[in-house]
């Protein structure tokens, strides 16, 4: 199959991992965000949204959107799995993924902080205030939801990594990337070590990607 992604693309990182911890290899296509490679009419012929990540299945099907990409993946090749078999839990695993991929993630898009700066004029102090606001005030929710949990686990929902791992680091990684201060975050803090620690996540990393940039 061949994976459409960047790597500095929180949702392309998100199916990197998924990826790793099936063992599934892929070719792989850098589309450079920041000089706008998402808008050229190839792209934008594969994902109407004109954003990453896509794929195109070994039997040629195109497909969008990461959640539904690792949905996909998860459904594809059932080993191990992201999601857990109770319902309950699906449903406990799929609200924390949403959290970070449908309210979070949205709000510090690279389209988004664009029209803001271009067409409401903010600058960098601007900027850094609404990335600050929506990251801790999701993060925030994230860490209270893991507090709430039936009971304490190594990773988010159970004791190995699932999709609320997949989603969860990635968006850690942008926090520090914008200079969002979430230290007082200790359960995610934990979690988030102990997936570092595993190299179908730190395989996964932007700066070990073929197309990564200082
Ligand atoms: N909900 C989508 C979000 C996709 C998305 O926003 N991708 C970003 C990179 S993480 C992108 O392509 N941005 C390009 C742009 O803003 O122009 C998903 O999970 O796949």
Redesign the pocket.
């Known amino acids: 199959m061949k994976f459409y992604g960047?790597f500095?693309?929180?949702?392309?990182?998100?199916c990197r991992i998924a990826f790793n911890l099936k063992g599934v290899d892929y070719d792989f296509e850098s589309?450079h965000?920041k000089q706008?490679a998402?808008?050229s009419p190839a792209f934008a012929s594969l994902n109407p949204?004109?954003?990453?990540?896509a794929l195109i299945t070994d039997d040629g099907d195109e497909l969008?959107?990461?959640?539904?990409?690792l949905e996909w993946l998860d459904e594809t090749h059932p080993d191990p799995a992201l999601l857990p078999t109770d319902p309950l839990e699906r449903a406990r695993v799929r609200a924390f993924a949403q959290v970070i991929?449908?309210e979070i993630?949205?709000l510090q898009?690279?389209?988004?902080?664009?029209y803001l700066s271009d067409e409401f004029g903010a600058d960098a102090a601007a900027t850094t205030k609404w990335l600050t606001r929506w990251l801790t005030d999701g993060l925030d929710a994230c860490e209270a939801l893991l507090a709430k949990r039936p009971r304490d686990s190594a990773f988010c929902f159970g004791d190995t990594p699932g999709l609320a791992d997949v989603c969860l680091v990635p968006q850690i990684f942008s926090a520090q990337r914008f200079g969002v201060d979430i230290s007082h975050l200790k359960r995610i803090a934990d979690i988030h070590a102990r997936c570092e620690a595993l190299p179908a996540f730190a395989d996964a990393h932007p700066a070990r990607q073929p197309d990564f940039e200082p």
Do not use: E, F, W
């Open positions: 960047y500095r693309s929180s949702s392309s990182y998100r589309v965000l706008g998402q808008k949204q004109k954003l990453l990540p969008t959107q990461s959640l539904a990409i991929a449908c993630h949205p898009n690279l389209r988004v902080l664009k």
